[in-house]
């Protein structure tokens, strides 16, 4: 029996609507074949019925298959009825591993739209030997956590004609008219990812067995022992970005620099705050949320109390798509390099970097509208264009796999917007 395109499993849950929706509105332009998966029969004729209504389309032929996370033999049914497996279902530290294996085994390929480094590092560890074997990808943050990071570093660096040294990405986010908020679920990975955070060293020690060479010019440390710093140059209050882009952008480099025999940038990547008083809120907010997470009475009252401890930002009721609607997000890349291409991945100049480029990527609401269209672009050329990929399978992240493919296209066609500011290397260079 020939598999279907794509599962989206989740599907009734708060992002697995939005990628749904999305998958609706395109599947026949481009000839997918589809189904949605998840716990309750109930629950995802909700959403298809919803669906259907909302955008006058007949779904009432998109196949429901019935998974219970708990039940492996009804997982591995999922797994063997697609050729990609869109994954909705979190916290992933707690619901993500069986899947990821029951995808290998099955030889499924495997998105997710993770922000949790301890378990997007822990599956590389686990899994990625045995997905190369299979000639599976598994590639995880791929929503807005962290596609939007790592391909603008990629778009920063192939449009920066010599060598970069180094890039920092500054995060802001436009609400508009409308109140900052955010889904419970969101909210519940954040406490148990910070949680987990604890086990990095080891995991990492585990996969970078090989270091990467130390830069000469070392990116120096912005922040200042309270955690901030005032960038003049944007008018704004910056912190560091405590989210998986740091993560996933550093193995995106440790792939670079191990398989494509490239020389690997630094990256740090912050968010920015409009004044000195929200900065001062967000560092007391950030000390009380990193203390109680460590603990698991602290992650009880969190959880409990996730309101009181967001600020009322997190809620358990679901925002219409029309709510959404004008709220955005920007990304604004600082890249700094050197006059010259250098010779190998292992070369270092022996001037100061001094040429810049400065990118930006924007995009629509950023947690579940750009969230959705991203994943689904990312498995829609996942499946088209995998032989674009350096690899034949294995763990990757979304630069590792997506840097020679036609994503970013897609994304600037789908709402996102791509832009050279600044680029001193093609300035210098026609002088």
């Given at each position: 029996m020939s598999r279907l395109d794509i599962v989206i499993f989740g599907a009734s849950g708060y992002t697995g609507k939005f990628v749904v929706r999305e998958l609706a509105q395109v599947s026949n332009r481009e000839n997918l074949t589809w189904a949605i998966a998840g716990r309750s029969k109930q629950k995802l004729d909700q959403v298809l019925n919803s669906l259907s209504t909302e955008l006058g389309i007949d779904l009432s032929h998109i196949e429901k298959i019935i998974v219970d996370i708990n039940d492996e033999q009804s997982v591995t049914i999922m797994c063997q009825k697609t050729r990609l497996l869109i994954n909705c279902v979190g916290p992933y530290r707690f619901f993500?591993?069986?899947?990821?294996?029951?995808?290998?085994?099955?030889?499924?390929?495997?998105?997710?739209?993770?922000?949790?480094?301890?378990?997007l590092e822990r599956?590389?560890?686990?899994?990625?030997?045995?997905a190369l074997e299979n000639q599976v990808f598994v590639i995880g943050s791929c929503g807005f956590d962290s596609v939007p990071a790592d391909l603008g570093v990629?778009?920063?660096?192939?449009?920066?004609?010599n060598d970069l040294n180094s890039v920092e990405s500054f995060l802001t986010f436009n609400f508009g008219n409308k109140s900052a908020s955010f889904n419970y679920a969101t909210w519940?990975?954040?406490?148990?990812?910070?949680?987990?955070?604890?086990?990095?060293?080891?995991?990492?020690?585990?996969?970078?067995?090989t270091r990467l060479p130390k830069p000469k010019f070392k990116l120096p440390l912005r922040t200042n022992k309270f955690g901030y710093f005032y960038d003049n140059d944007l008018d704004k209050y910056c912190m560091d970005f405590m989210g998986s882009d740091k993560s996933v952008v550093q193995r995106t480099q440790y792939f670079n620099y191990n398989v494509l025999n490239q020389r690997?940038?630094?990256?740090?990547?912050?968010?920015?705050?409009?004044?000195?008083?929200?900065?001062?809120?967000?560092?007391?907010?950030?000390?009380s949320f990193s203390l109680l997470a460590k603990y698991k009475f602290g992650r009880s009252l969190l959880l409990k109390y996730y309101r009181f401890f967001s600020f009322g930002l997190a809620s358990k009721k679901e925002t219409t798509i029309d709510q959404m609607k004008g709220i955005s997000f920007k990304m604004l890349f600082k890249g700094i390099g050197f006059g010259?291409?250098?010779?190998?991945?292992?070369?270092?100049?022996?001037?100061?970097?001094?040429?810049?480029i400065i990118t930006e990527l924007s995009g629509q609401e950023p947690g579940y509208v750009s969230t959705s269209k991203i994943v689904l672009n990312c498995a829609i050329v996942l499946l088209s264009e995998s032989d674009k990929i350096k690899i034949n399978g294995g763990v990757l992240t979304p630069g590792a796999a997506f840097r020679n493919t036609s994503?970013?296209?897609?994304?600037?066609?789908?709402?996102?917007?791509?832009?050279?500011?600044?680029?001193?290397?093609?300035a210098k260079s026609n002088l």
């Amino acid at each position: 029996m020939s598999r279907l395109d794509i599962v989206i499993f989740g599907a009734s849950g708060y992002t697995g609507k939005f990628v749904v929706r999305e998958l609706a509105q395109v599947s026949n332009r481009e000839n997918l074949t589809w189904a949605i998966a998840g716990r309750s029969k109930q629950k995802l004729d909700q959403v298809l019925n919803s669906l259907s209504t909302e955008l006058g389309i007949d779904l009432s032929h998109i196949e429901k298959i019935i998974v219970d996370i708990n039940d492996e033999q009804s997982v591995t049914i999922m797994c063997q009825k697609t050729r990609l497996l869109i994954n909705c279902v979190g916290p992933y530290r707690f619901f993500g591993e069986q899947v990821v294996q029951k995808c290998v085994e099955n030889k499924t390929h495997h998105l997710d739209v993770s922000g949790e480094p301890e378990y997007l590092e822990r599956i590389q560890l686990k899994f990625d030997e045995k997905a190369l074997e299979n000639q599976v990808f598994v590639i995880g943050s791929c929503g807005f956590d962290s596609v939007p990071a790592d391909l603008g570093v990629i778009f920063t660096q192939e449009n920066f004609q010599n060598d970069l040294n180094s890039v920092e990405s500054f995060l802001t986010f436009n609400f508009g008219n409308k109140s900052a908020s955010f889904n419970y679920a969101t909210w519940e990975s954040a406490v148990y990812g910070f949680a987990s955070s604890k086990h990095l060293g080891d995991i990492r020690r585990q996969i970078f067995k090989t270091r990467l060479p130390k830069p000469k010019f070392k990116l120096p440390l912005r922040t200042n022992k309270f955690g901030y710093f005032y960038d003049n140059d944007l008018d704004k209050y910056c912190m560091d970005f405590m989210g998986s882009d740091k993560s996933v952008v550093q193995r995106t480099q440790y792939f670079n620099y191990n398989v494509l025999n490239q020389r690997p940038i630094q990256y740090r990547p912050y968010f920015t705050i409009s004044n000195a008083f929200y900065t001062f809120v967000t560092i007391l907010w950030g000390l009380s949320f990193s203390l109680l997470a460590k603990y698991k009475f602290g992650r009880s009252l969190l959880l409990k109390y996730y309101r009181f401890f967001s600020f009322g930002l997190a809620s358990k009721k679901e925002t219409t798509i029309d709510q959404m609607k004008g709220i955005s997000f920007k990304m604004l890349f600082k890249g700094i390099g050197f006059g010259q291409k250098l010779d190998n991945r292992e070369s270092e100049s022996d001037c100061q970097p001094d040429q810049y480029i400065i990118t930006e990527l924007s995009g629509q609401e950023p947690g579940y509208v750009s969230t959705s269209k991203i994943v689904l672009n990312c498995a829609i050329v996942l499946l088209s264009e995998s032989d674009k990929i350096k690899i034949n399978g294995g763990v990757l992240t979304p630069g590792a796999a997506f840097r020679n493919t036609s994503l970013i296209d897609r994304l600037k066609s789908d709402g996102f917007d791509f832009k050279i500011i600044r680029n001193d290397s093609i300035a210098k260079s026609n002088l």
